[in-house]
């Protein structure tokens, strides 16, 4: 808890939270691995000190391969020490890499059968914004899943306390979440039992 605080203070545009997400909200986000039994390869981007990172591995079986990307080296080396070393060492037969890198430009391959997006849009400028999501659509395979969350109502709260021109940039970070929904087949949930409450949103990559 007390390094996630730290890193927020430290680097917030990045970081984006004052608290890991909770176990309802980490839940939530990794339903549709438990949707699947054929073998699958996993991407989890922005990562944190990981309580995405532990579910995901504690649903990865013979076959998986999981990639992490972190942009933050202080969160790099957490999920390093804290998650896929001691996994690698239990279950060396599962492919289990950390890439520390923005995803912008990390060095990874798709097509991925789920993504696990856990970055602070919100706190994005609009085309970063735009460009990661096409970078994440761009690694997805084509009948694939990307999962990712916002806290609830953030835009309707940060906006009364904000300049106009980070309101612009939430309407049209707002509007691109509503094109991206419209296109994907998105779904929402509402997770109250997190700190804020969130609202995990899932987006396909084709229609059927
Ligand atoms: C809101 S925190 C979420 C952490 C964790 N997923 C959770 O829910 O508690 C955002 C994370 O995304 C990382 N991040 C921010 N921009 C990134 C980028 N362009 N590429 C990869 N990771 C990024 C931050 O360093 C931080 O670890």
């Known amino acids: 808890m007390l390094d996630f605080l730290s ?3 430290s680097n917030f545009k990045h ?12 839940r939530e986000m990794t339903a549709p691995l438990r949707e699947t039994d054929r073998p699958r390869r996993i991407l989890e981007v922005g990562p944190g000190t990981g309580p995405f990172t532990a579910r995901i591995l504690s649903h990865l079986r013979p076959g ?10 202080f969160f790099c080396k957490v999920i390093e020490k804290r998650h896929l070393a001691p996994f690698r060492e239990r279950r060396p037969d ?9 995803i912008e430009d990390a060095p990874i391959e798709g097509p991925f059968d789920h993504i696990i997006c856990g ?14 999501f ?24 940060k906006a009364p306390v904000t300049s106009s021109a980070s309101r612009r940039n939430l309407r049209r970070i707002d509007a691109h979440a509503k094109s991206l929904h419209r296109r994907h087949r998105g779904s929402r949930r509402l997770v109250m ?6 609202i995990a949103v899932r987006l396909r990559h084709r229609d059927p």
């Open 119 to 132: 970055l602070p849009f919100n706190n994005f400028p609009p085309p970063l914004v735009r460009g990661i």
């Open 64 to 73: 998986d391969e999981f990639h992490v990307v972190e942009i933050n080296p």
């Open 15 to 26: 970081t984006g939270a004052v608290w890991p997400s909770g176990g309802r909200l980490a």
């Open 94 to 102: 599962i492919e289990v890499a950390l890439h520390e890198a923005p």
């Open 193 to 198: 039992a997190n700190f804020p409450p969130a």
């Open 134 to 157: 096409k970078r994440m659509m761009g690694l997805l395979a084509e009948d694939g899943d990307l999962a990712y969350f916002e806290y609830a109502a953030v835009r309707v709260m």
């Open 7 to 9: 890193q927020t203070l």
